[in-house]
Nanobody, 121 residues
Framework: QVEVVESGGGLVQAGGSLRLSCVAS????????MGWYRQAPGKQRELVAV???????NYSGSAKGRFSISRDNGKNTVYLQMNSLRPQDTAVYYC???????????????WGQGTQVTVSS
């Protein structure tokens, strides 16, 4: 089984920055795409940014130019650097890890519990 744990959320003023981290634990797993999603109150969960095992990235329109996703494959960790934060970025941010066990062909999605990001105006 894979355990996914996020950290780094908090309260920040508009224009400020935060760096989220997410680490996955689980032996004998191969990690494919890693990503960040968010869910604001009353809204559906939406993609923020994803990164492939080879380093290819993809961002939502609202994140492009302000957020940067990166990963450390040796540590099974993904990061989200968030700059120029806005009040509308307020949400619970969830980490997603797509992985498969060594020797198996099927990938599964593993989610963290989420970390709250609040941006005050």
């Amino acid at each position: 089984q894979v355990e996914v744990v996020e950290s780094g959320g908090g309260l920040v003023q508009a224009g400020g920055s935060l760096r989220l981290s997410c680490v996955a634990s689980g032996s004998r797993f191969l990690f494919n795409v890693m990503g960040w999603y968010r869910q604001a109150p009353g809204k559906q969960r939406e993609l923020v940014a994803v990164i492939s095992s080879g380093g290819t990235t993809n961002y939502s329109g609202s994140a492009k130019g302000r957020f940067s996703i990166s990963r450390d494959n040796g540590k099974n960790t993904v990061y989200l650097q968030m700059n120029s934060l806005r009040p509308q970025d307020t949400a619970v941010y969830y980490c997603n890890m797509n992985a498969r066990r060594w020797g198996y062909a099927t990938n599964f999605d593993y989610w963290g519990q989420g970390t709250q990001v609040t941006v005050s105006s």
